[in-house]
């Protein structure tokens, strides 16, 4: 069983940035994060493969980058430009073998 923990979250303003992190207790593969407002079904944000292909979506409007250090088991989300819409519970999945962390609370709030 692969453990996730992500970290990096907080309070910013509209327009700053944070780095959330993603590490794991062993190493993992094609990772996603997600992120989920109340009331809401979580969405996917971004998507990166061993190989380091990437996805985003459409939302992202190239304000975040997904990266990962496969050392140290770890996947980056960075996001700059952030906006109010943006709050929400940040996860990290690993989605070959459906793990996910416990999360990290980002909220964008002046």
């Known amino acids: 069983q692969v453990q996730l923990v992500e970290s990096g979250g907080g309070l910013v303003q509209p327009g700053g940035s944070l780095r959330l992190a993603c590490t794991a207790s062993?190493?993992?593969?094609?990772v996603a994060w997600y992120r989920q407002t109340p009331g809401k079904q979580r969405e996917v944000v971004a998507s990166?493969?061993?190989?380091?292909?990437?996805s985003y979506a459409r939302f992202v409007r190239g304000r975040f980058a997904i990266s990962r250090d496969n050392i140290k088991n770890a996947v980056y989300l960075h996001m700059d430009s952030l906006e109010s819409e943006d709050t929400a519970v940040y996860y990290c999945?690993?989605?070959?073998?459906?793990?996910w962390g416990q999360g990290t609370q980002v909220t964008v709030s002046s």
């Open positions: 999945t690993e989605m070959n073998r459906g793990y």
């Open positions: 990166i493969t061993r190989d380091e292909t990437t």
């Open positions: 062993e190493a993992i593969y094609t």
